[in-house]
C-alpha cells in the first residue's frame, strides 16, 4: 500500500498517523459489516464475508478508506433486489436491481440448487404427505425469490453510515499532528528560516 503524502510548496511530506487512523476506521467498518453479515445469515461460503480488503486511498485534496468487496454479488446482499411482482421488505424499493427480465426464475435455479445443497437442504412432506423433491425446492425458492425479490441486507450501507459518525474523532487528531509536523519539516529545511 503506498504511503499517504501532503504537499507544501514543492515538496511531499509523509502522513503516516493519518494512514493509520485511516486504516483502523477501515478495519472497524469491515468488523461492523461482517458482524452484519453474520447476524442476517449471510454468511454461506464466506467468499463475501471474506473478500472486503480496508484500502487507504488518496484523492485530490482528501484521503478515504474503502472495504468495498471482491465477489461481483455483493450489491445485491447489500441493497437487495425488487420482486418481478412485489417488494414486501423495507428499502427493497429503494434498490437499483430488478427481478422481472432475463430468464426469470429459471435463471436462478442453477445459483439456489447450490446453495440448497451447500446448507444442505432437503425436501419435506407436505400436509398431504406428498414429497417435495430438491428438484421441487428449488424450483420453489427460485419463483419466491424471483417474485418477492432479496431483502437488503445493508451491511455496508449502514454500517458506513454508522462508522461515519466516528471518523472526525479519529482522524481529526491524526491529520493535524501530521500537518504540523509536515510544516515543522519544511520550516527546516527553509536556510532563511531560524526554526528550532
Given at each position: ?78 441493497k437487495g433486489v425488487q420482486g418481478a411482482s ?111
Amino acid at each position: 500500500m503506498s504511503v499517504l503524502t501532503i504537499k507544501i510548496g514543492n515538496r511531499e511530506y509523509d502522513m503516516p498517523k493519518t494512514k493509520a487512523a485511516l486504516l483502523k476506521v477501515g478495519k472497524m467498518w469491515r468488523k461492523n459489516a461482517r458482524i452484519s453479515l453474520r447476524k442476517q445469515d449471510k454468511v454461506n461460503t464466506g467468499a463475501l464475508y471474506n473478500s472486503m480488503p480496508v484500502n487507504v486511498l488518496e484523492m485530490p485534496n482528501t484521503y478515504a478508506v474503502d472495504i468495498t468487496p471482491q465477489v461481483g454479488y455483493w450489491q445485491f446482499v447489500d441493497k437487495g433486489v425488487q420482486g418481478a411482482s412485489r417488494n414486501i421488505f423495507p428499502y427493497q424499493s429503494e434498490s437499483p436491481f430488478k427481478f422481472g427480465s432475463g430468464k426469470g426464475p429459471r435463471g436462478l435455479r442453477g445459483a439456489i440448487d447450490k446453495w440448497v445443497v451447500q446448507k444442505n437442504i432437503s425436501g419435506s412432506r407436505d400436509e398431504k404427505g406428498r414429497f417435495t423433491t430438491r428438484k421441487g425446492l428449488v424450483y420453489l425458492i427460485s419463483n419466491a425469490i424471483y417474485n418477492r425479490g432479496l431483502k437488503p441486507s445493508l451491511f455496508i450501507t449502514r454500517t458506513k453510515i454508522q462508522i461515519q459518525k466516528h471518523v472526525t474523532k479519529t482522524i481529526a487528531p491524526a491529520i493535524s499532528s501530521d500537518m504540523a509536523n509536515a510544516v515543522r519539516q519544511d520550516l527546516k529545511r527553509d536556510p532563511k528560516l531560524d526554526v528550532k
